[in-house]
């Protein structure tokens, strides 16, 4: 779709600014800083480096509510001990070993959620429920609670494996023996305490019999085999990716299987607890396992195992159908008000939204969205509601949208991002820590501040920072909303009409740049805290992600053959 604006913009687009002057002097003092920014290379990256310094500060400080990467432990549940008992019975002075077996330890699984946004709520640290333990009477212990851990939806897991991995339980095992510089004998008696339990004052009578001995290399051909297949496991680390493409429905109606529907009643269904990432560990054995010809009352009963144990990495990919891209203070923040009930904080500095903010644009059945009113700045707004409150009026009512009587046609989803700046592949400004939100987007667009020195410039350096984080990215703008138009027409100080001339011309240079070195992309100017124009970019907007919807669901039948399910 390409339109041509530059002519047919309607002449009230600009020069609304006589109405604020105080918020537009505030925007040229910013100008200024965003001088210094393209300046001089050394100065700049020295610039850059302090200001990525005090943002990282300031957004670990304020950003409490929104995490979007995150390294945790996740260890399966260790399992129960076995039990040595015998069992006792009048006029039966020798009965059998009766010590029940240890239960093992619950596991860990990831399952995602809808209700989730964030990873803040993620604990660091995910322990699968300890196994009980056996007892006497052939009582086995119960098994160990399992973990659900639930994450949002567009989380990507993969498991550490560089130096950040935790150790496993047989390397934490041999360190703690290394920290307290054990010797070999030492060693020997504490892994034997670590894996047996003895009837009581039996232990030193158990460890010299010879069938004790059998029974520990058993264990420790056990144990290798086990360590062995943990170090196979570790050759595909896991990796998860709960992006819009992942049904979770699907795996529920697995589990629903036939076998399911036909069990009888009274049994349990299986329920659906996400993917297994760790498992608890085996429970020990009692003593009556380690009978033998030789030993008809073995006084040893095994400790249960660890749980698996490791490292994941989440990291958050936001998935909204669009995303916004632009330098610091081209006006994203303000536009995500405008089309959405979402408030971020507008202010006039660089770097003000540190973290991906998401609304929904609802659209109406006239082309109206729900959102809009004049946008001021954050601080000007809390201003004006203290002196309305103060004077027993309520807070400023954003202007109500028009008609509510048509209902709503369509809905989607727009990331606002902090500022993008030439040099964020090199981890400059916020760097890339927040294009992991716009990854995923079925459609970016630039947001530039038609009003600054070089909107074209501008452009190209977003350009090529997005195909610099991933090649190919950039193809996913579909258009150019050229944002704080109002500025440019004739205002109080300079009511010349000549200046609307000026303001087409610099339109028009801007849509023949894009379209010679973009595509048929679109060029929208707007006046997002104005409200103007925005009718369009919601228009526009709904068009290509409406295309991208269908397209995704086209593709998803062909891949998958409808099955009947007679269960649904
Ligand atoms: N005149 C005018 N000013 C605007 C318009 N849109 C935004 N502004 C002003 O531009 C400044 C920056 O706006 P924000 O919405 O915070 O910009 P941003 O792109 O979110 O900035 P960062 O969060 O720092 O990346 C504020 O002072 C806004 O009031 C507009 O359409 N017209
Ligand atoms: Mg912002």
Not at 160 to 185: C, F, H, P
Not at 420 to 440: C, T
Request: proline share 5%; charged share 30%; net charge neutral.
């Amino acid at each position: 779709m390409l339109i041509s604006c530059s002519n047919s913009i309607p002449r009230y687009l600009f020069g609304l600014v006589s109405r604020n002057h105080a918020i537009r002097s505030i925007s040229h003092v910013h100008q200024e800083s965003k001088v210094t920014l393209i300046d001089g290379d050394s100065e700049r990256t020295l610039q850059a480096a302090k200001r990525k310094k005090r943002i990282e500060w300031k957004r670990r400080r304020h950003s409490d509510s929104f995490l979007d990467h995150l390294i945790i432990t996740v260890r399966g549940g260790r399992g129960g001990d076995g039990c040595v008992a015998f069992h006792r019975e009048k006029f039966k002075p020798f009965g059998p070993p009766s010590g029940g077996n240890g239960g093992s330890g619950g596991s860990v699984y990831i399952m995602p959620s809808t209700q989730l946004t964030s990873l803040t709520g993620v604990s660091k640290r995910v322990i699968g429920g300890a196994g009980g333990h056996g007892q006497g009477t052939w009582q086995h212990g119960r098994a160990g609670s399992d973990v659900i851990l639930k994450v949002p939806y567009g989380t990507v897991i993969r498991e550490v494996m560089d130096s950040r991995r935790a150790k496993d339980a047989w390397e934490a095992e041999e360190e703690s023996y290394d920290d307290q510089n054990l010797t070999v004998e030492e060693r020997r008696i504490k892994r034997r305490q670590r894996r047996w339990v003895h009837y009581p004052e039996y232990e030193d009578d158990n460890i010299a019999r010879e069938d004790f001995r059998d029974a520990e290399a058993k264990l420790a051909i056990e144990e290798r085999q086990r360590r062995a297949e943990e170090l196979d496991r570790r050759q595909t680390p896991i990796f998860i990716d709960f992006g819009d493409q992942y049904d979770f429905t699907s795996d529920e109606k697995r589990l629903k299987s036939i076998e399911e529907a036909n069990k009888p009643l009274g049994l349990p269904r299986s329920k659906n607890r996400g993917i297994l990432v760790a498992s608890g560990g085996a429970g020990g054995h009692g003593n009556p396992y380690f009978l033998t010809p030789m030993n008809r009352s073995p006084k040893i009963a095994s400790r249960g195992h660890d749980g698996i144990r490791l490292t994941l990495e989440l990291e958050l990919k936001l998935i909204a159908d669009v995303g916004l891209v632009g330098f610091p203070n081209a006006g994203k923040s303000t536009l995500l008000s405008a089309l959405t009930k979402r408030r971020p904080e507008v202010a006039a500095y660089a770097f003000t939204t540190l973290s991906p903010q998401i609304g929904t644009v609802r659209v109406f059945e006239n082309g109206e969205f729900d959102g809009g009113g004049i946008i001021e700045e954050s601080w000007l707004e809390r201003e004006q509601n203290l002196v309305r409150l103060s004077e027993g009026l309520e807070e400023t009512p954003r202007q109500p949208r028009p008609s509510r009587q048509t209902h709503e046609v369509f809905r989607f989803t727009i990331a606002d991002n902090p500022g993008l700046i030439g040099g964020a592949s090199e981890n400059i400004g916020l760097g890339h820590d927040f294009l992991r939100s716009i990854e995923r987007a079925r459609a970016l667009a630039y947001v530039v501040d038609l009003n600054g020195d070089s909107p074209i410039k501008e452009l190209d350096t977003l350009r090529n920072e997005l195909e610099n984080y991933q090649v190919g990215l950039s193809s996913k703008c579909k258009m150019v909303i050229a944002n704080k138009a109002d500025l440019l027409g004739p205002h109080l100080e300079d009511p010349d009409d000549r200046r609307i001339e000026e303001a087409r011309s610099k339109l028009s240079l801007l849509e023949a740049w894009v379209h010679e070195n973009f595509g048929p992309l679109d060029v929208v100017p707007v006046s997002a805290k104005y409200n103007q124009n925005l009718r369009r970019v919601v228009k526009l907007l709904s068009a290509y992600v409406d295309e991208s919807r269908q397209a995704q669901s086209k593709h998803a039948q062909e891949a998958s053959p409808t099955v009947p399910h007679f269960y649904l």
